[in-house]
């Protein structure tokens, strides 16, 4: 009975609870996108394809190439610090 009660007393809030879970969903949900290192070693490849192309010259190839080793690293420590 106290269940029910209880249930009933916080029924107004499931609303706002469903709100939270889906924020939380979504907010997991951008969370793994951003530490995925896929898209930047797409990025570190193609940068190389670029640079062997010729279309952009050492200089753009080594300060873009150190953005990304950062980006990489930033997503490393990461994984590390959440023990995955």
């Known amino acids: 009975m106290a269940g029910l009660l209880t249930h009933l007393a916080t029924l107004p809030l ?3 609870r469903g709100v ?3 924020m ?5 949900a951008a969370e ?13 490849a193609e ?4 640079l062997l192309a010729g279309e952009i ?6 300060r ?3 953005e ?13 610090g959440t023990g995955s």
């Not at 793994?32 to 570190?44: F, H, I, S, T």
């Not at 940068?47 to 670029?50: N, P, Q, S, T, V």
């Open 20 to 22: 939270a879970w889906v």
């Open 68 to 80: 990304l080793l950062d980006r990489l690293d930033e997503i490393r420590a990461h994984v590390q």
């Open 32 to 44: 793994e996108e951003y530490y995925d290192p896929a898209p930047v070693e797409r990025e570190l």
């Open 57 to 62: 010259d050492e200089e753009t190839f080594d």
């Open 64 to 66: 873009r190439e150190d």
């Open 24 to 28: 939380e969903r979504v907010l997991d």
């Open 47 to 50: 940068l190389e394809r670029a």
């Open 14 to 16: 499931s609303p706002v």
